[in-house]
Each structure stands twice: as structure tokens, then as C-alpha cells.
């Protein structure tokens, strides 16, 4: 499950290193404000959760395929699971 805390350190590092071919190509984005902008990033939901990452080869975090969806992985520990989010997903959905 995704809560605040956990969200919060996700928010925190910021981005993550994915194999390309785990992430569908229409659910990558381009970051077009803030410090990722320009940089390519996906949106991984977990329960009324929703958190953007930024696509990095050198993060210390790994998303990685768990069953029907998605692991957070951080010094070998999974941190959060979820699945991927459409980036046009509504603005009712998205959480600040």
C-alpha cells in the first residue's frame, strides 16, 4: 500500500530506474513543470494514491514487476506496491 509516509519518500527521491520495456509506452509522459521537466516520467497508483516519478538510470529506487502490478524497491526492500496510472487520469483522482 501507498500512504502519506511512503508517498512522501517516493516524492522525495523523485525518480526511478525501470526497464523500458515494463512500462507501457502510453503511460510515459513528459514532465513539462518543475525539476523534471523535459524528462520522461510515470505515475504509479496504490489505493486513493497517486505519485509521479521521474524515469533515472543512476536512482537509487528500482521499480520492478510484482504480479498484476508494480513494486518500489529501495535498498532491496519494497517500499510501495501499485499499479501504473494513466497520466490524463482526472483531476478528481489526483492527490496533492
Known amino acids: 500500500m501507498l500512504d502519506v509516509e511512503r508517498k512522501a519518500v517516493l516524492v522525495a527521491i523523485g525518480n526511478a530506474r525501470i526497464e523500458p520495456a515494463l512500462l507501457p509506452e502510453a503511460l510515459a509522459t513528459t514532465a513539462t513543470a518543475g525539476p523534471g521537466a523535459g524528462g520522461r516520467s510515470f505515475f504509479i497508483r496504490s489505493g486513493n494514491h497517486r505519485v509521479r516519478l521521474g524515469i533515472s538510470d543512476q536512482s537509487l529506487l528500482q521499480v520492478i ?32
Open 65 to 96: 514487476p510484482e504480479g498484476d502490478g508494480v513494486a518500489a524497491v529501495l535498498d532491496r526492500r519494497v517500499i510501495a506496491r501499485g499499479c501504473w496510472s494513466h497520466p490524463s487520469a482526472t483531476a478528481r483522482s489526483r492527490l496533492t
